[in-house]
């Protein structure tokens, strides 16, 4: 199957704000960068199709199949916000991960530790975000996950350490053949890795393409030939163009 994730028809409302209908598919083999301006849904989005908040309105595929035991074995999701126990060691979050997938595969996990330079005893709090968020990484890895979810994976670190990651990502789907789908406010990194993007603003998906086809198109809109993700994101909030 060539669709990883199908979202179809995704609404939540709250008082002040409301996802519009988000629609969107995530191909096999993709990095897909999911943009937006902070507030403009990003996060809503991602949570409720991990069902962590319950949406008013959804149909919502993993492999062709609603989220399940199964569907979960085969996903892993690496949050902004984290997940971890702040006072365990690595070892420790680790077998708790690991309980939870039948294919886990510890000696893919001790080599990504090793590549990751990271210490098994040491504990999560100690960990600077960038370790953090390496760590998160071979938990996704050591089972094999076909599809990575990522909530503004670059958020706080440093430059290098964001263009690390990003060519990790880069290594990673070349070599997994899985799909990565990450949010971000950080154009710069996914203009360097995105396949594919997908712009939400004020709730609502605003365009979903290849990278290529996206700025191919907004070039001549903008009669810029060096426009790049950046601009026409920029071009669309301030509301000077919209698509019909």
């Not at 039948?102 to 040491?122: A, H, V």
């Not at 670190?157 to 070349?174: G, H, N, S």
Request: with cysteine.
């Amino acid at each position: 199957m060539d669709t990883v994730l199908e979202v179809s028809n995704l609404s939540k409302k709250y008082n002040d704000f409301c996802l519009d209908k988000v629609s969107f598919k995530i191909k096999k083999g993709h990095i897909v960068g999911f943009i937006g301006t902070n507030g403009s849904g990003k996060s809503t989005t991602i949570k409720s199709i991990l069902s962590l908040i319950k949406s008013d309105n959804d149909k919502i595929e993993f492999f062709g199949k609603k989220l399940s035991k199964d569907t979960k074995n085969r996903l892993a999701v690496v949050l902004d916000d984290g997940y971890f126990y702040e006072t365990l060691k690595l070892e420790e979050m680790k077998k708790i991960v690991a309980a939870s997938y039948s294919n886990w595969d510890e000696d893919k996990y001790k080599k990504l530790i090793l590549k990751f330079k990271l210490n098994n005893n040491q504990k999560l709090k100690t960990l600077s975000k960038g370790m953090k968020m390496k760590f998160s990484i071979a938990l996704a890895l050591a089972h094999n996950a076909e599809l990575i979810i990522m909530d503004e994976p670059t958020s706080g670190l440093d430059p290098l350490a964001r263009a690390q990651l990003m060519e990790f990502l880069k290594e990673i789907v070349a070599k997994e053949k899985c799909s990565i789908f990450f949010s971000t406010h950080i154009i710069s990194d996914l203009e360097k890795v995105a396949d594919d993007i997908i712009f939400i603003n004020n709730g609502k998906i605003i365009f979903e393409d290849t990278k290529k086809n996206i700025e191919e198109k907004y070039r001549k809109i903008l009669k810029n030939e060096n426009a790049g993700i950046e601009d026409i994101m920029l071009y669309q909030v301030k509301g000077e163009w919209n698509e019909d």
